[in-house]
């Protein structure tokens, strides 16, 4: 081998570094990290006066001297903050994750399990009883404007104030367990898949509709045909709304059941005993349940548009 073969590759690792951190620089990475960065270093800052009050107490109590140093970082590791710090989260969310079995009460994996089920289910209902609603919308004047407006006025009570009605009202009739809450998610989540399938049924152009009917093709043809295919795109659009809405209302299910497992119930255990990091690690598990949910539906949307041909 010559000398230089042997010093090729220098040069080339040199320009693949050089590369990624061009594309680190002009891609999204930077920005995201840059904007993370800041709200971590605002939440440390924020935990400082909220649980200010509470440690200096605790100082006071233990009657050993301090100064500011010893008093934040007293606010930084309190056992039961008004605010929690992103360590102490992630403190939680590991222990709860990785370090106790994923079949104890305890373990935020048996929790997630429990509401991710009824997401699911109500995600399924929802997007199902909004294609049907959006494709009946579309080929009906009547109810294009007599269920359109009550499908929109719907969304306008709040979701604590109908919960408990749907659980009650199903209790009431033998339904219980996973079905009152995936009818809880499935309230939420068919709206978005509705109104996202009834622009994307009707965004075929005026010319494409009329070469439909020049060839003699039926409505239901149509649909199939064109508008369909059409609305592949609006689908997935709603669907990604939809299922982050779905796993809020399996949460909101959960808390008027008195449930004992769920992220929910792990939200009511917490409140109940002020364990404000329980509660906070809760919170960052479903955040993360649903970004992985989302990134399901995006990597879905992306082989069935290459299925479809679509370009990207």
Known sequence: MSAAARVEPGPVRRQGRATRRRRVLEGRTLPVLTI??????????????????TETAKLDRAGVPYGLTETVAATWSAERPVLPVPHQILQEVWKTVFEVRPTSPRS?????????SSTLLGFALGTGLGILLAVAI?????????????????????ILAVAPMIIVVLNAVGVTGLLPKAAISTYLSFFPVTVGMVKGLRSPDAMHLDLMRSYDASP??????????????????????????ALVGAIVGEL???????????LLAGSYYGQTIQIWS???????????????????????????????
């Open 36 to 53: 993370l960065s800041l709200i971590a270093l605002l939440w440390y800052l924020a935990a400082i006066p909220m649980n200010w009050q």
């Open 138 to 158: 579309v080929h009906s004047t009547v109810l294009d404007k007599s269920l359109m407006p009550w499908i929109v006025t719907s969304q306008t009570i709040p």
């Open 108 to 116: 935020l994996v048996h929790h997630a399990q429990v509401t991710l």
């Open 256 to 266: 008027p059941t008195g449930a004992v497992a769920g992220l929910g119930a792990r």
């Open 220 to 245: 239901p043809q149509t649909l199939l045909l064109l508008r369909w295919p059409a609305a592949v795109p609006f689908l997935f659009a709603s669907m990604k709304v939809a299922v982050a809405a």
């Open 282 to 312: 809760a919170l960052a598990v479903a955040s993360l349940i649903a970004g992985g949910l989302v990134a399901l539906v995006s990597l879905a949307e992306r082989v069935v548009l290459e299925r479809m041909g679509a370009r990207r």
